[in-house]
């Protein structure tokens, strides 16, 4: 069972290119989440989805972009990538009874240049 | 806007020795669940316990427990025993109650040092 699963674990991008981060579950969560990871803080939501099809913002969603493709799968992309955009990116997906802990996969290191 | 405080950003203790650390949160819901999350040097997000504010028994998951003061909004963290293993950061997060895929709310961590 490999729970929440992210591709790629590393990335290096150069000013304005585009990258999709991917990120799949397959324990049967409804609920998924993007989240960054920036030094000496704690993660923020950058975007989530309660279902497929489903889309919402979280508290930094500028310049990123989702799809939920289908019950398993959540993207992330970042479409003309800056500096400040350097983070470690992490996947999370949670059951849908309320208060269940959140799973997270473990992360990508995207550095942005 | 919830917020979630921890204010010791570096706490170090003996191995076999007792640490608490600290976490505040504020929000004007009464309803929701507090978590603590450690973050070893692996990078993974790994759920070190869960607390629901309906209930006032405070959560134990073996050598961790918590001590969670509801009016003065304060969910602290007792690690027994400390072992070589629990040297990581420690997150403290908080999800609103109710139905829907609410996000965490996440402190800026603590790091824990353990002293052989």
């Known amino acids: 069972n490999a729970g929440v699963t992210q591709t790629p674990k590393f990335q290096v991008l150069k000013t304005g290119q585009s990258m999709t981060l991917q990120c799949a579950q397959d324990?049967?969560?409804?609920?998924m989440y993007w989240y960054r990871q920036d030094p000496g803080m704690g993660l923020r939501l950058i975007y989530y989805?309660?279902?497929?099809?489903?889309?919402d913002k979280g508290e930094v969603p500028n310049g990123y972009n989702v799809s939920r493709l289908n019950k398993r799968e959540f993207s992330l992309r970042l479409e003309s990538a800056a500096p400040s955009q350097t983070s470690v990116y992490f996947c999370?997906?949670?059951?849908?009874?309320?208060?269940?802990?959140?799973?997270f996969g473990d992360g990508t290191r995207l550095s942005i240049l | 806007a919830q917020t979630v405080t921890q204010s010791q950003p570096e706490m170090s203790v003996q191995e076999a020795e007792t640490v608490t650390l600290s976490c505040t949160y504020d929000?004007?819901?009464?309803?929701?669940?507090l978590f603590w999350y450690k973050q070893p040097p692996s990078r993974q997000m790994i759920l070190v316990i869960r607390?629901?504010?309906?209930?006032?028994q405070n959560a134990t998951e073996n050598r961790f427990s918590v001590n969670f003061q509801k009016a003065a909004k304060s969910f602290s963290l007792k690690i027994s025993d400390s072992q070589l293993g629990d040297a990581a950061m420690y997150f403290c997060?908080?999800?609103?109650?109710?139905?829907?895929?609410?996000?965490?709310?996440f402190g800026k961590g603590t790091h824990l040092i353990i002293q052989p």
């Open positions: 607390q629901e504010a309906y209930k006032q």
């Open positions: 929000t004007s819901e009464s309803d929701y669940y």
């Open positions: 999370a997906s949670s059951a849908d009874r309320v208060g269940q802990p959140q799973h």
């Open positions: 997060a908080y999800r609103r109650g109710g139905g829907g895929a609410d996000g965490l709310t």
């Open positions: 324990m049967n969560h409804n609920s």
């Open positions: 989805s309660a279902s497929e099809g489903t889309t």
